[in-house]
């Protein structure tokens, strides 16, 4: 790597840590400059204000002076003064470098490996780049690596494998069985990790559409006996299948993305029927004005307006999910449910109960429970604990009479 200046370009041989020492008004201070770069045939040593500014120092330019101040210090550190247009640090300046600032033939840094082969943010760094190119492929990703007109691409070693769950769903391709001889016994370190992510391929004539998903997201789960193949789970329908076309990524098991996998899958689903998300709440869906779909893990409620449009979604969902019809709803999450013809009542009777129960009151002398209704709204039910917790017992809430099918 080369800088080029108007008397000619010089060679930048290294890269470091730089570590000032500065005398301000007599006392001496310290400032740590980070990715400094090291160029021979200099004759003077220029600092850049974004390198300051990268170190997290505080810069003031006022009046042709230069102040520089740590993170929340009104000791100035560094002092300069404008000369033909540029600021000249004034005072004594000494300076000692990192010893680990060499770099290599493609301009990058040079690290010193980690036991396992791999920089600690390597895998970040590789999805990082891979996404903001545009998902670009591998080869890319090494051409513009080793590419010295390509400068500020921090990778610190070749890309071999990068796994995008958007590339893997929409480019998946056929997958090869490739010949291979090996002069030593095959290992369990050959075999592939049970419980990790499969990226199974979906052939064409499977596909109704080219915008259809190349590949399906599914579990590993062993490998085929009568074929050479792999054994897959698909979690949303609980069927085992075999097939060769699959790329793992080993990295993630199912069980760290069990959770978020459901509810992608669910809210697919929730949308091909025709819900929409309630705008605020994730796991609230409404249906046009005809329906509510609070959801709560696997759980579902349904509010509809009529009885034909709540049989109608009941039956929408069974095709997707195999669901269990409990029938009207009296409890959900410690919240108790009792209606009428014109009126819903939710209430926490029994939570307040168990409360009491567990805190050794007596109902009858403490408060009295579930009083009795007015026409007008509810009473308050108070218990004779901490200030600072309020219990109030039973709201009446005014529904239309068509939301209570």
């Not at 026409?375 to 109030?392: C, H, R, T, W």
Request: with cysteine; aromatic share 12%.
């Amino acid at each position: 790597m080369r800088l080029e200046l108007g008397e000619g370009s010089s060679s930048i041989t290294g890269r470091g840590t730089i570590e000032l020492t500065a005398q301000v008004q007599g006392a001496s201070y310290e400032i740590k400059l980070l990715n400094v770069y090291f160029v021979k045939n200099f004759k003077r040593n220029l600092i850049s204000i974004g390198k300051i500014d990268c170190a997290k120092y505080h810069v003031s330019i006022y009046n042709n002076l230069m102040k520089v101040y740590k993170t929340n210090s009104k000791v100035c550190s560094l002092y300069g003064k404008l000369e033909d247009g540029l600021y000249r640090i004034q005072g004594p300046v000494k300076y000692r470098q990192n010893s680990n600032s060499n770099l290599n033939k493609s301009g990058t840094r040079a690290t010193e490996p980690s036991p396992t082969g791999k920089p600690g943010n390597y895998s970040v760094s590789v999805n990082m780049w891979h996404q903001r190119f545009g998902h670009m492929y591998t080869k890319g990703l090494n051409y513009l690596l080793n590419n010295v007109n390509v400068k500020g691409i921090e990778l610190h070693q070749k890309v071999s494998n990068a796994i995008c769950d958007n590339c893997e769903l929409s480019k998946s391709t056929r997958a090869g069985f490739k010949s291979e001889s090996l002069l030593v016994a095959m290992s369990l370190a050959h075999l592939k990790i049970p419980g990790s992510l499969a990226y199974v391929h979906v052939p064409k004539p499977s596909r109704s559409d080219k915008l259809e998903s190349r590949a399906w997201k599914d579990v590993m789960v062993g490998y085929a006996m009568g074929t050479r193949g792999f054994r897959i789970w698909d979690p949303i329908t609980g069927d085992v299948y075999e097939s060769k076309h699959v790329k793992f990524d080993e990295t993630r098991l199912y069980k760290d993305v069990s959770g978020r996998m459901w509810y992608q899958t669910l809210d697919t689903a929730l949308r091909q029927i025709g819900f929409e998300r309630v705008y605020g709440f994730n796991c609230v869906y409404s249906y046009s004005t005809q329906a509510i779909l609070p959801v709560y893990v696997d759980d579902m409620v349904l509010f509809a307006k009529d009885a034909t449009v709540q049989r109608d979604l009941i039956e929408a969902l069974g095709q997707h999910f195999n669901i269990v019809n409990l029938g009207p709803v009296t409890k959900l999450l410690g919240v108790e449910f009792k209606r009428d013809d014109k009126h819903l009542l939710l209430h926490q009777s029994g939570f307040i109960k168990k409360l009491a129960e567990a805190q050794d009151y007596n109902l009858s002398r403490a408060f009295s429970f579930l009083p009795r209704f007015s026409q007008d709204g509810a009473s308050e039910v108070l218990m004779p604990i901490n200030k600072l917790f309020y219990m109030f017992g039973p709201f009446k809430f005014e529904f239309s009479r068509n939301y209570m099918h």
